[in-house]
């Protein structure tokens, strides 16, 4: 059995709690808030057995196997740090970090105390999207030629939302464009150049941003993010060969169309109980009983790589949470 603390207790906490339930070997067994008296509601609600009102407190329960991090991307680091230093292993809710430094940072602390931890990218866990990984790596499509993806919201949120407060990392990138640049990354890799092109809000975060990533066989990913309408949340990937198209949300999509040259769709199907975050959640589990001090489905030099180019896409646009 694998006892989880979860740190924090907001929506994606919740959600992630209630997927959870769906694993048999997995108990939920303590929460930690910035106040006891949320701790406690959060404890009540889903029947947790220990309330901590503190990070800290939360951090230093032995009886924990592993720390799930669901605060506001601001505070992941500091929030990581903490259970980092008391030994625990953790999982840390998408972006890792605001940045690659402070990202390389957790990881040379986890790295110097010997203990797991894994950027909550459920994506890359998913079944259906590592079956399409599998393939467009198999050559099923031929060459990729290019990566296509949205993901915006409707909105409007108010300046003290935190999509849009830059004190804590607010703008569509970090939130939303994360999962298309994810995307392109898990079928590309690394691309050689990075183009973004972006409106900023008043408060200087992202609120519609495109982006155009080139790589050096030739192939290209055309992503865009933002806040400001809802957009499609599709995606496809296209090769000399065939394609690969998503449906929404392509992030977690109910199933895949393959569309090989001269043969038949063939549709992939997915299994779609729970809300996901069950998939990434279980290779936690299986990395923890094999002593494993990262995930080779959320590989730490993937989660640098793509905060190296969320940091770049900011440059350019010009997004600084200095």
């Given at each position: 059995m694998t006892r989880w603390g979860i740190l924090a207790t907001g929506f994606i906490a919740t959600r992630f709690v209630e997927d959870l339930r769906l694993l048999p070997d997995a108990e939920v067994a303590a929460v930690g808030s910035r106040?006891?008296?949320?701790?406690?509601?959060?404890?009540?609600?889903?029947?947790?057995?220990?309330?901590?009102?503190?990070?800290?407190?939360?951090?230093?329960d032995d009886s924990l196997d592993v720390v799930y991090v669901?605060?506001?991307?601001?505070?992941?680091?500091?929030?990581?740090?903490?259970?980092?230093?008391?030994?625990?292993?953790?999982?840390?809710?998408?972006?890792?970090?605001?940045?690659?430094?402070?990202?390389?940072?957790?990881?040379?602390?986890?790295?110097?105390?010997?203990?797991?931890?894994?950027?909550?990218?459920?994506?890359r866990c998913n079944p259906l999207l590592r079956r399409v990984a599998e393939l467009v790596a198999d050559g099923a499509i031929g060459q990729v030629t290019t990566v296509a993806a949205d993901f915006g919201a409707a909105g409007p949120f108010p300046p003290e939302h935190r999509m849009r407060a830059r004190t804590l990392g607010?703008?569509?990138?970090?939130?939303?464009?994360?999962?298309?640049?994810?995307?392109?990354?898990?079928?590309?890799?690394?691309p050689q150049q990075v183009r973004a092109f972006a409106q900023l809000s008043p408060e200087g975060v992202d609120e519609n941003t495109g982006i155009l990533l080139g790589y050096a066989d030739g192939a290209l990913a055309t992503l865009s993010c933002g806040m400001v309408g809802a957009t499609p949340l599709v995606a496809s990937v296209t090769g000399t060969a065939g394609r690969i198209d998503l449906p929404t949300?392509?992030?977690?999509?109910?199933?895949?169309?393959?569309?090989?040259?001269?043969?038949?769709?063939?549709?992939?199907?997915?299994?779609?109980?729970?809300?996901?975050?069950?998939?990434?959640?279980?290779?936690?589990?299986?990395?923890?009983?094999?002593?494993?001090?990262?995930?080779p489905l959320v590989p730490q030099r993937a989660t640098l790589e793509v905060l190296g180019l969320l940091d770049d896409i900011r440059a350019q646009i010009g997004v600084d949470y200095a």
């Amino acid at each position: 059995m694998t006892r989880w603390g979860i740190l924090a207790t907001g929506f994606i906490a919740t959600r992630f709690v209630e997927d959870l339930r769906l694993l048999p070997d997995a108990e939920v067994a303590a929460v930690g808030s910035r106040s006891p008296e949320g701790a406690q509601r959060f404890a009540d609600r889903h029947g947790i057995a220990r309330a901590y009102g503190s990070w800290a407190e939360l951090a230093a329960d032995d009886s924990l196997d592993v720390v799930y991090v669901a605060t506001p991307h601001a505070a992941h680091h500091a929030a990581a740090t903490i259970c980092l230093q008391a030994g625990r292993a953790v999982l840390v809710e998408k972006p890792f970090t605001l940045d690659r430094r402070s990202g390389a940072e957790l990881i040379d602390l986890a790295r110097s105390r010997d203990v797991f931890l894994m950027e909550a990218m459920w994506m890359r866990c998913n079944p259906l999207l590592r079956r399409v990984a599998e393939l467009v790596a198999d050559g099923a499509i031929g060459q990729v030629t290019t990566v296509a993806a949205d993901f915006g919201a409707a909105g409007p949120f108010p300046p003290e939302h935190r999509m849009r407060a830059r004190t804590l990392g607010g703008g569509a990138l970090l939130d939303l464009g994360v999962y298309p640049v994810g995307l392109a990354h898990l079928l590309l890799g690394v691309p050689q150049q990075v183009r973004a092109f972006a409106q900023l809000s008043p408060e200087g975060v992202d609120e519609n941003t495109g982006i155009l990533l080139g790589y050096a066989d030739g192939a290209l990913a055309t992503l865009s993010c933002g806040m400001v309408g809802a957009t499609p949340l599709v995606a496809s990937v296209t090769g000399t060969a065939g394609r690969i198209d998503l449906p929404t949300p392509f992030y977690r999509p109910p199933y895949a169309t393959l569309h090989r040259d001269g043969a038949a769709p063939e549709v992939l199907r997915a299994d779609l109980s729970g809300w996901g975050y069950q998939h990434e959640a279980a290779e936690v589990q299986r990395c923890l009983a094999a002593g494993l001090r990262e995930s080779p489905l959320v590989p730490q030099r993937a989660t640098l790589e793509v905060l190296g180019l969320l940091d770049d896409i900011r440059a350019q646009i010009g997004v600084d949470y200095a």
